[in-house]
């Protein structure tokens, strides 16, 4: 007989899901190094518990998709990674920074009043706010605009 056992994390994730072909398999609530080992039916879609299903008071729950990959499961809920979203955040600025580096050399064939615009759109990606709080996808941020 095959039983199909799904390793769950404390904090109710699966973490893989194995099928069990010895004569005595596992028994269900079994730990097993920092997983609990819980049966699953036969018929399972594994990728259904592997992406939608966490485990909670003995029973299987349904969970809406990641919104995005910086979020993490966490005490039963997705958690923003901030550092994460940051340092990506930091990247995209630094980015258009280098990129715009061009526009404030000595001998740069720019007026005075457009080499000024690009200073000040330099200036405002330096003083970006990284405050999160109202952070859903990158698409959403919104950067200086860059000078025509």
Not at 58 to 85: C, G, I, M
Not at 119 to 124: E, G, L, S, W
């Amino acid at each position: 007989m095959t039983v199909k056992i799904a390793y769950v994390k404390a904090n109710g994730e699966v973490a893989s899901i194995q099928e069990d072909y010895s004569k005595t398999p596992l028994s269900s609530g079994t730990t097993q190094g920092i997983y609990t080992l819980i049966h699953l039916p036969a018929d399972s879609n594994n990728r259904d518990f592997l992406t939608k299903k966490y485990y909670k008071d003995s029973e299987w729950h349904t969970r809406d998709a990641a919104p995005n990959q910086f979020y993490e499961w966490k005490n039963y809920t997705w958690v923003l990674q901030e550092a994460e979203v940051t340092e990506e955040l930091r990247g995209t600025r630094d980015f258009l920074l280098t990129e715009s580096d061009w526009t404030q050399l000595p001998d740069v064939a720019l007026s005075t009043d457009k080499k000024a615009e690009w200073a000040t759109y330099r200036q405002k990606l330096r003083d970006f706010s990284f405050d999160l709080s109202s952070f859903t996808t990158f698409e959403n941020v919104v950067w200086p605009t860059k000078p025509s």
